[in-house]
Each structure stands twice: as structure tokens, then as C-alpha cells.
């Protein structure tokens, strides 16, 4: 009798617990329905942090009902839960640090919107930006400078305030508004200039002037969009200039294929899916303890096995604190005037620059442009100390680019506009063992920009006091 009943306790323990389990399986699944359902809910296409680790979650709830309570893969799995319960505090104090100290980690994409007039540009009081859709604390009615530039100028890799136009109105105690977005290109400066800039009544328009894209940028602009007909070259064989622009794409893919090794690649998948859906990932990212790259062994070891006249030699310029990469093919491919892409970019750019400036005589306003150089010029130098030679191909886009800056020198010169060189204060920076890039991206960090934004309001009070 005694038997039978703890029979009968035994088995409604049972019962209770496939129950149990049935239920945790239900609620289990129903969270990771809910983390897949919330990708349709919401604001930007693609899973992000949050649906994420709703997910995993939901499916370790799912696994641990599948066990039973004394098993030991239902401790694993407990352990496991453990681990992420204790990372989700986390990764909210990451979202609210990067919340409160916005940064590029391609959240900007998520943000951009086509224009009628530009290629693209922000939407109103996207993180960072003003109600204008501008990387500015406020929008403003008025201006006394006002600067127009691409992804240099406004501030890839850095929070707000430490882009570089934001640290020359800090310097100058004057206000200083940005019209600078990622991808512009010259065309696009022109537009702003005649449309946003002159609305503002500034007393001075800075153009960041960046040769590493601005070019074929602008080519691009302007045989895709509808709005600068007048400005096409009419005898032009279109079919030959979209086979330009697409022949230097091919050339930067294939580089970039030639440079990563095939683990480095894989590797670089895994960051960019950590660094990218979650918020602790881009916090690491952006705080400098992460590098770029999951294994840059692999990299410098690709280097090594390169002889100094491989056609896909790329460089590499190290000191006890940092080493920096530089892939001189590919920025290369953006200057080459042997591209008829580039050419057309660069004819163009000389046509709307002269234009500008007319404008800006018959408004009595200052035009500055300010030359951004790549990061291969700024550590040229130095590079060449350390290895007692550049590459060939280093050499070469060296040769491109110096001539590029000294045909715009001249060229500007001629039509009095004033010329800021941004390698000065760079170059000086990096000679002084300042790290002022990342390891492999092209934009500057932090003090890179505050080099920058300082020497250029220092240039503009001698150009002040000259006047």
C-alpha cells in the first residue's frame, strides 16, 4: 500500500514536471519568436543588440527544458544563462555610455535618407545631429563660418565634439556650423554652398578637400543625379565613364581580396558581427581595447613574405606603441587621372570650385579650402626612415597625390582663394610619436582631429590678420 502511494507521488511528480518543462519550452519558444518578431518592429532593417540576446536567451530556455534538474548539461545550461543574464546589465550600460557619447560604428547608415539636392544626407535629430539632419549641437539661423566636407570632416571614428569643425569653433569661441557628411564629393560641396550654406550669412565657407575619394565622388554625382545636366561634359562617353568608375572599384575589391589573408578575413566577419550587434562590442570598438582586426599576426606576416617590389606590396610603419597599415594601391585607384572617372572628377571639381568662389566674391564671403591629406602622405616620411625605402606602389600614389595637391594649390591660388594644408599639423603630430590614426582605417581618431581643428583656426587668424 505504502509502495503504491509513493508510486502514485512519484508519478505526479512526473507529470508536474514534463508539465514544468512543457511550459518553460512554450515560454522559451515564445522569446525567440519575440526577439525574431522584434526585427519587424523595428526602426532599422537588420538584427540588432537587443533581438540578439533575446534570442539566445530564448533559446537556452528552450534547451534547459530539456533537461532534467540534476543532469549535468542542466547546469551547463544554467551556467550559461548565468553569463548572459550577468552581460545584459552590460550591455545596457553600453547603450546608455554610447548613447550619451555618440560615435561612428556605421550606426549612421541606418539614418540616412536620399535628397532631391544631394546624394544623401541625415534625418532630422539622428543621433548626433540637429534638427537639420546635421552633425551639429543645434541647428542655427545664422553662422559665421560654415563647413562643408565629407566623412573626414565630419567625424568618422569620433563623437561629435571631436570632429575637427566642432574643435575649430571650440578654438575660435566662434560659431562654427558643419554641412559635412560621409560620401560627399565635390558636387555635393557646391550644392550645400549655393542651397544651405549662403542661408546661414556666414562671414567665411571652409571646403575640407579630401583627394583620397572627392574626385570620383564627384563624377558619380554628377552623371547619376538629375539636378547637374549643365555641368556634363556632353561630348563624354557615358557607357566609358560608368566602365571607369566601375574598373577602380574592381581594383579596390581585388587589392582588399590580395591583403587579407583568408583567416584574417574570417576573423574580421566575427568582430564585425560582434562589434555591430552588440552594444558592448562597439563600446570595446570604440574605447581602443579591440583592434580592428581579431589577429593582426596574420597581416604582418602577409607583409613579410612580401618583397619590396610585389605589385601588391602594401606598408607598414610600427613604434613601441602602435603600428599602422597603409594600402597605397587602393587609394591609388582614386587618383589615378588615368581613370577617365577620376579625370572627369577632377575637371569637374575645378569647375565648380571656380563657381563658388564667384558666388562667394559677389556675397563678400571668405572661401577657405582646407587639403585633407590620405594617411599614407602624413606617415610617408617615417615610413621611409624605418625601411630605408617605400614600395613602388607607395611611391607611385605619393607621385599622384603631390601632383593633385599642387595643381589645386595653383589652381586655387589663381582664383585667390585661401589654402589651409591639413598634412602640416598631421605630419607634425605623427613625427612626434602622437598616435593619431587607427591601424588600418583612413579617418583620424580623436587627436588626429583636435590637431587638425587647432592648426586650422591658428591659419585663419593669420589670414585675418593678413587682410
Same mark, same amino acid.
Do not use: C
Given at each position: 500500500?505504502?509502495?503504491?502511494?509513493?508510486?502514485?507521488?512519484?508519478?505526479?511528480?512526473?507529470?508536474?514536471?514534463?508539465? +514544468?518543462? /512543457? !511550459? #518553460?519550452?512554450?515560454? &522559451?519558444? $515564445? %522569446? =525567440?519568436?519575440?526577439? @525574431?518578431?522584434?526585427?519587424?518592429?523595428?526602426?532599422?532593417?537588420?538584427?540588432?543588440? +537587443?533581438? /540578439? !540576446? #533575446?534570442?539566445?536567451? &530564448?533559446? $537556452? %530556455? =528552450?534547451?534547459?527544458? @530539456?533537461?532534467?534538474?540534476?543532469?549535468?548539461?542542466?547546469?551547463?545550461?544554467?551556467?550559461?544563462?548565468?553569463?548572459?543574464?550577468?552581460?545584459?546589465? $552590460?550591455?545596457?550600460?553600453?547603450? @546608455?555610455?554610447?548613447?550619451?557619447?555618440?560615435?561612428?560604428?556605421?550606426?549612421?547608415?541606418?539614418?540616412?535618407?536620399?535628397?532631391?539636392?544631394?546624394?544623401?544626407?541625415?534625418?532630422?535629430?539622428?543621433?548626433?545631429?540637429?534638427?537639420?539632419?546635421?552633425?551639429?549641437?543645434?541647428?542655427?539661423?545664422?553662422?559665421?563660418?560654415?563647413?562643408?566636407?565629407?566623412?573626414?570632416?565630419?567625424?568618422?571614428?569620433?563623437?561629435?565634439?571631436?570632429?575637427?569643425?566642432?574643435?575649430?569653433?571650440?578654438?575660435?569661441?566662434?560659431?562654427?556650423?558643419?554641412?559635412?557628411?560621409?560620401?560627399?564629393?565635390?558636387?555635393?560641396?557646391?550644392?550645400?554652398?549655393?542651397?544651405?550654406?549662403?542661408?546661414?550669412?556666414?562671414?567665411?565657407?571652409?571646403?575640407?578637400?579630401?583627394?583620397?575619394?572627392?574626385?570620383?565622388?564627384?563624377?558619380?554625382?554628377?552623371?547619376?543625379?538629375?539636378?547637374?545636366?549643365?555641368?556634363?561634359?556632353?561630348?563624354?562617353?557615358?557607357?566609358?565613364?560608368?566602365?571607369?568608375?566601375?574598373?577602380?572599384?574592381?581594383?579596390?575589391?581585388?587589392?582588399?581580396?590580395?591583403?587579407?589573408?583568408?583567416?584574417?578575413?574570417?576573423?574580421?566577419?566575427?568582430?564585425?558581427?560582434?562589434?555591430?550587434?552588440?552594444?558592448?562590442?562597439?563600446?570595446?570598438?570604440?574605447?581602443?581595447?579591440?583592434?580592428?582586426?581579431?589577429?593582426?599576426?596574420?597581416?604582418?606576416?602577409?607583409?613579410?613574405?612580401?618583397?619590396?617590389?610585389?605589385?601588391?606590396?602594401?606598408?607598414?610603419?610600427?613604434?613601441?606603441?602602435?603600428?599602422?597599415?597603409?594600402?597605397?594601391?587602393?587609394?591609388?585607384?582614386?587618383?589615378?587621372?588615368?581613370?577617365?572617372?577620376?579625370?572627369?572628377?577632377?575637371?569637374?571639381?575645378?569647375?565648380?570650385?571656380?563657381?563658388?568662389?564667384?558666388?562667394?566674391?559677389?556675397?563678400?564671403?571668405?572661401?577657405?579650402?582646407?587639403?585633407?591629406?590620405?594617411?599614407?602622405?602624413?606617415?610617408?616620411?617615417?615610413?621611409?626612415?624605418?625601411?630605408?625605402?617605400?614600395?613602388?606602389?607607395?611611391?607611385?600614389?605619393?607621385?599622384?597625390?603631390?601632383?593633385?595637391?599642387?595643381?589645386?594649390?595653383?589652381?586655387?591660388?589663381?582664383?585667390?582663394?585661401?589654402?589651409?594644408?591639413?598634412?602640416?599639423?598631421?605630419?607634425?603630430?605623427?613625427?612626434?610619436?602622437?598616435?593619431?590614426?587607427?591601424?588600418?582605417?583612413?579617418?583620424?581618431?580623436?587627436?588626429?582631429?583636435?590637431?587638425?581643428?587647432?592648426?586650422?583656426?591658428?591659419?585663419?587668424?593669420?589670414?585675418?590678420?593678413?587682410?
Amino acid at each position: 500500500m505504502i509502495s503504491r502511494i509513493g508510486f502514485e507521488v512519484t508519478e505526479q511528480q512526473h507529470s508536474k514536471n514534463r508539465l +514544468y518543462r /512543457i !511550459w #518553460i519550452a512554450l515560454f &522559451g519558444g $515564445l %522569446i =525567440v519568436i519575440g526577439g @525574431l518578431a522584434s526585427e519587424l518592429l523595428s526602426y532599422s532593417p537588420g538584427y540588432g543588440a +537587443y533581438q /540578439i !540576446w #533575446i534570442i539566445v536567451l &530564448g533559446f $537556452l %530556455i =528552450v534547451v534547459l527544458s @530539456l533537461f532534467k534538474s540534476d543532469s549535468i548539461f542542466f547546469s551547463i545550461t544554467m551556467i550559461i544563462m548565468a553569463v548572459v543574464f550577468m552581460l545584459l546589465p $552590460l550591455e545596457m550600460l553600453a547603450k @546608455l555610455y554610447l548613447s550619451l557619447n555618440p560615435t561612428v560604428s556605421n550606426w549612421w547608415q541606418d539614418y540616412m535618407i536620399d535628397d532631391d539636392l544631394i546624394h544623401h544626407r541625415m534625418l532630422p535629430n539622428a543621433i548626433d545631429h540637429d534638427s537639420n539632419g546635421w552633425r551639429n549641437p543645434t541647428a542655427l539661423d545664422n553662422a559665421n563660418i560654415v563647413v562643408i566636407g565629407d566623412s573626414q570632416t565630419w567625424g568618422s571614428n569620433v563623437s561629435r565634439d571631436e570632429a575637427w569643425a566642432m574643435v575649430l569653433g571650440d578654438t575660435l569661441d566662434d560659431s562654427v556650423y558643419s554641412l559635412a557628411q560621409p560620401a560627399y564629393g565635390v558636387a555635393d560641396y557646391y550644392t550645400l554652398f549655393n542651397h544651405e550654406a549662403l542661408a546661414l550669412n556666414p562671414q567665411m565657407i571652409i571646403i575640407g578637400l579630401y583627394f583620397g575619394n572627392d574626385l570620383v565622388d564627384t563624377t558619380s554625382r554628377v552623371y547619376d543625379r538629375e539636378g547637374y545636366q549643365a555641368w556634363r561634359d556632353t561630348q563624354i562617353d557615358t557607357a566609358r565613364l560608368a566602365e571607369s568608375e566601375q574598373e577602380i572599384i574592381s581594383t579596390i575589391e581585388r587589392e582588399r581580396q590580395v591583403w587579407i589573408p583568408p583567416e584574417t578575413e574570417e576573423n574580421e566577419s566575427l568582430w564585425l558581427i560582434v562589434r555591430d550587434t552588440t552594444n558592448i562590442g562597439r563600446l570595446l570598438y570604440r574605447l581602443n581595447l579591440w583592434s580592428d582586426f581579431t589577429s593582426n599576426t596574420s597581416i604582418a606576416s602577409l607583409y613579410d613574405n612580401l618583397p619590396i617590389n610585389d605589385p601588391h606590396r602594401f606598408d607598414i610603419y610600427s613604434d613601441d606603441s602602435q603600428a599602422i597599415y597603409f594600402y597605397p594601391r587602393i587609394r591609388s585607384a582614386v587618383m589615378d587621372l588615368d581613370y577617365s572617372a577620376v579625370t572627369e572628377g577632377n575637371r569637374l571639381a575645378h569647375d565648380l570650385l571656380a563657381d563658388m568662389q564667384s558666388t562667394a566674391n559677389t556675397y563678400n564671403i571668405d572661401l577657405v579650402v582646407v587639403f585633407i591629406p590620405t594617411k599614407e602622405l602624413v606617415y610617408a616620411n617615417l615610413v621611409q626612415v624605418q625601411h630605408g625605402e617605400l614600395s613602388p606602389s607607395y611611391t607611385r600614389l605619393l607621385a599622384l597625390e603631390t601632383t593633385l595637391r599642387d595643381d589645386y594649390l595653383e589652381f586655387l591660388n589663381q582664383l585667390d582663394i585661401s589654402v589651409i594644408d591639413g598634412l602640416v599639423p598631421l605630419r607634425q603630430a605623427a613625427e612626434a610619436g602622437e598616435i593619431i590614426y587607427p591601424e588600418l582605417d583612413g579617418h583620424p581618431i580623436a587627436k588626429g582631429y583636435q590637431r587638425l581643428g587647432e592648426y586650422i583656426a591658428e591659419e585663419l587668424q593669420q589670414i585675418d590678420t593678413a587682410k
